[in-house]
């Protein structure tokens, strides 16, 4: 048995065969790093999307209330605000009025708001009855599987997220009920950016 047993100290010590380890490892890396690698027409404009700042926002579609479809990317070239919210969420509902606010008084700017109610947690009744009583009128999407919850790692609600004209993340805003002032100088500060 001592004849078969190899001292890999002993053998590593030549400069030959350690030399021949190093490439070995080198290539089994590169063959690794080739094959587990992400195609570039995976990603949007050679970015990854994350749901982080200034990473491009994953795009989606969701049903707006009518049962029509609404996409993201659809809002390209505006300022958008992604409001991921709940109809038995109580610093949600504390918010609701003051994105309504700014939608209204920012809308001819080019801003969009879209209302994305998390419908896996919540039900389409009690979400858009409370939408109409808060009197939105920004797009209420229904995230009916979790899916674009999920997307976006939205991990509380509220949590809300600014997207440049460009379509990157510009701010993240989780839990609330977040204030106005945060609210008003984003959104300003976004719409002032050249498109």
């Known amino acids: 048995m001592e004849s078969l047993t190899i ?3 002993a053998w590593l010590q030549s400069p030959r065969r350690w030399s021949s380890l190093v490439v070995a490892v080198a290539v089994l890396g590169a063959g690794w790093i080739a094959s ?24 989606f579609a969701l049903s707006d209330r009518n049962g029509a479809t ?9 300022v958008v605000v992604v409001n991921f919210w709940a109809s038995w969420c109580p610093p949600c509902k504390a918010e609701m009025p003051d994105l309504e606010s700014a939608f209204q008084a920012h809308q001819a700017e080019g801003l969009v708001i879209l209302g994305v109610n998390s419908t896996s947690q ?42 440049d004209r460009q379509g990157t ?21 976004l719409l002032q950016d050249a498109p």
């Not at 970015?47 to 491009?56: A, D, K, Q």
């Not at 609404?70 to 505006?78: E, I, P």
């Not at 009916?144 to 509380?156: N, S």
């Open 7 to 9: 001292n890999w100290m």
């Open 36 to 59: 587990s690698a992400v195609p570039a027409s995976a990603t949007s404009g050679g970015r990854t999307p994350s749901p982080r700042e200034g990473f491009l926002a994953p795009p």
């Open 70 to 78: 609404v996409r993201l990317d659809d809002w390209r070239g505006q």
């Open 122 to 163: 919540d039900s389409s009744d009690a979400a858009l009855a409370f939408a109409d009583a808060q009197g939105v009128t920004f797009p209420v999407l229904l995230d009916w599987t979790g899916e674009v919850d999920r997307l976006y790692l939205v991990r509380a609600l509220p949590t809300t997220f600014f997207i």
């Open 169 to 189: 993340i510009r701010k993240v805003v989780v839990g609330g009920p977040m204030s106005q002032a945060t609210l008003t100088s984003t959104v300003r500060d």
